[in-house]
């Protein structure tokens, strides 16, 4: 159990003026609570099961161990902790390595202070908020593949899923009932052989799914 209703939130950045300006931001805004600062991972490791945060934002640019190398060793560690990759680094196979390491979403430090906030709460309903451009990159890098297994449906969620957007957002913006989407998602997973958001990602784009 969480200690309050608040999201704890730790991040992990190596240049003090933005950790500084980040914790300030969100450890002022109703809701939201600072668990901890880090300037690297070797730090953070020494503490940060005891922080026990719902959310992580990390840099990619760390001294010693990278953002992307720390990745899944805190999601070893703190399994059902989110982690937000945040960085000046657009490239695209960052990207990919960082979402296929377990990064729930990935912003660049240009998005605007509400924006930041706003995807630590996404990310806690079950999204996975990206930039606008890194999204567009994201689907981009996507050439289909017509022999796929999926339903056009089928192909239209894992899509949107693609994007970061969150199970109730898509039956939202598609107009079906929540559990419906579950249902196409185990599908997914099911045709896919797979058994996370990332590794469908990964699947699908590995085989031009979509």
């Known amino acids: ?4 209703l608040d999201i704890l939130v730790t991040i992990i950045e190596d240049d003090e003026t933005i950790r500084e300006g980040y914790a300030f931001l969100i450890g002022n805004t109703a809701g939201y609570k600072i668990a901890s600062t880090y300037p690297s991972y070797e730090e953070a490791v020494k503490k940060i099961v005891n922080d026990n945060p719902d959310v992580i934002l990390l840099d990619v640019e760390l001294p010693g161990i990278s953002g992307i190398e720390a990745l899944p060793k805190i999601k070893k560690l703190l399994p059902d902790t989110h982690i937000l990759i945040l960085t000046v680094y657009e490239q695209e196979l960052l990207i990919f390595r960082a979402l ?3 990064a729930a979403g990935y912003l660049t430090k240009n ?3 509400e924006k930041i906030v706003a995807a630590i709460h996404e990310v806690m309903e079950g999204g996975g908020p990206m930039s606008a ?3 567009r990159m994201v689907i981009s890098s996507f050439k289909r593949n017509e022999a796929t297994p ?3 449906r089928e192909t239209e969620i894992l899509e949107q899923i693609a994007t970061g957007k ?4 898509i039956a939202e913006e598609l107009f079906i009932d929540l559990e419906t989407v579950k249902s196409h998602i185990k599908n997914i ?4 052989d797979v058994h996370s958001k990332a590794d469908a990602i990964k699947a699908a784009r590995d085989n031009k799914f979509i």
Not at 1 to 4: A, E, F, G, L, S
Not at 189 to 192: D, I, P, S, T, V
Request: charged share 35%; no cysteine.
């Open 111 to 113: 998005t605007p202070p």
């Open 189 to 192: 997973y099911h045709k896919l």
């Open 1 to 4: 159990m969480k200690r309050d």
């Open 150 to 152: 999926l339903t056009r």
């Open 166 to 169: 969150s199970r109730k957002r």
């Open 133 to 135: 451009h890194i999204a």
């Open 100 to 102: 296929g390491n377990g």
